[in-house]
C-alpha cells in the first residue's frame, strides 16, 4: 500500500519551512493535509496556496507547548478527514548562545517548543494510531544537533538529544506494532527558523523594539548567530522533504540529509569506542 496515498498527514509547524515543503511532497502522493502553526497569517497563506495546486488540505491554528491546543488538533484532524496516519512533530525553534549565559526562561522556551511539543504530539495521535489498528508513521523533527554536542547550541542541543532519545525508543516499542518511527536530523537548511525563533520568542524573552507573534517574518532582523556556531552546507527544504518522503516509505529511523554528517558521526562514534581501550579504565 502506498503510504501516502488517500492517507492524512499531520504537519506541525506546517506554514512556511521544512514543514511546509514535507506537505507539498505528501500532497503530490495523494496524501490529505492537516496543518498545524501558531502563525495564523503565514497558515491561512500556506493552505491556499497549497488548495490552489489542488491539495486536500486544511489548517488549525496551534500552539504545540499546550497539550490541550496538540489535542484539539487532533481532534480537529479527526473529525474532518475520520483518521490520521502520519504525524509530523516539526514544529521548532532554534536559540544560539552559551550555556553559562543562559536564562532559565530560555530553557524553559526551547524545550517547551522542541521537546514538549513532540512529546504532545506524541500524547495526541499515537492512541489514534493504536486505536486504528492501521499502522501509520511518526516523524520527529530533531537535528544534527541532537547526535553532536555543539558550542554555542547547548540548550538546542539538549532538546534535540532529547527528541532523537524519544524517538528511538518509540521506534522500538512501536516497530512490532505496525507503525514506524523516525527521527529528521538536518544540518543547515535554508528556512527562516532564525527569524521564526525571534518573532515567537514569549514576552518575556523579547528585547525592546523586537518583533512579536502575528508580525511578518521578514520584519524580524536574523539572530545573532556566532561564527562557527553551525557548520556544513545549505540544502533546500524540499530536498529535506524528500528525504522524508523516502525516509517514510523505507521505515527508516534516522533520516539525515547532508553528506557531511557522516564523518561528524564517525568521530563521535570512534571518541566512544576509544574509552573502551585497554589501560583507559
Not at 98 to 109: G, V
Not at 254 to 262: A, F, G, K, N, V
Amino acid at each position: 500500500m502506498d503510504p501516502f496515498q488517500n492517507r492524512v498527514a499531520v504537519i506541525t509547524g506546517g506554514a512556511g519551512g521544512i514543514g511546509l515543503a514535507m506537505a507539498r511532497a505528501f500532497a503530490e502522493r495523494g496524501a490529505r493535509l492537516v496543518l498545524a502553526d501558531l502563525d495564523e497569517e503565514a497558515l491561512q497563506s500556506a493552505t491556499e496556496n497549497l488548495s490552489a495546486i489542488g491539495a486536500d488540505v486544511f489548517g488549525v491554528r496551534t500552539d504545540v507547548t499546550k497539550p490541550e491546543s496538540v489535542q484539539a488538533l487532533a481532534e480537529a484532524a479527526r473529525e474532518h478527514y475520520g483518521s490520521v496516519h502520519i504525524v509530523c512533530n516539526n514544529a521548532g525553534i532554534a536559540l544560539f548562545g552559551e550555556i553559562s549565559e543562559a536564562t532559565h526562561k530560555d530553557w524553559q522556551f526551547t524545550m517547551n517548543v522542541n521537546f514538549w511539543g513532540v512529546v504532545h504530539g506524541v500524547e495526541a495521535f499515537l492512541p489514534i494510531l493504536l486505536d486504528q489498528g492501521a499502522g501509520g508513521h511518526i516523524v520527529n523533527t530533531a537535528s544534527m544537533a541532537g547526535l553532536v554536542g555543539m558550542q554555542w547550541l547547548g540548550i538546542y542541543c539538549a532538546s534535540k538529544f532529547a527528541v532523537v532519545g524519544l524517538s528511538e525508543s518509540l521506534q522500538r516499542e512501536l516497530k512490532p506494532r505496525g507503525i514506524g518511527v523516525s527521527v529528521l536530523c538536518p544540518m543547515i537548511v535554508a528556512t527562516n527558523i532564525n527569524q521564526n525563533s525571534l518573532r515567537m520568542r514569549p514576552a518575556g524573552l523579547r528585547n525592546e523594539g523586537d518583533p512579536g507573534p502575528g508580525e511578518a517574518a521578514a520584519e524580524a532582523p536574523p539572530l545573532d548567530v556566532p561564527a562557527g556556531a553551525v557548520k556544513g552546507g545549505t540544502i533546500t527544504p524540499e530536498e529535506v522533504a524528500r528525504r522524508v518522503v523516502r525516509g517514510i516509505e523505507r521505515k527508516d529511523l534516522y533520516i539525515l540529509t547532508h553528506p557531511e554528517q557522516r564523518e561528524f558521526l564517525r568521530r563521535r562514534a570512534a571518541k566512544l569506542d576509544a574509552m573502551f581501550e585497554e589501560g583507559t579504565w
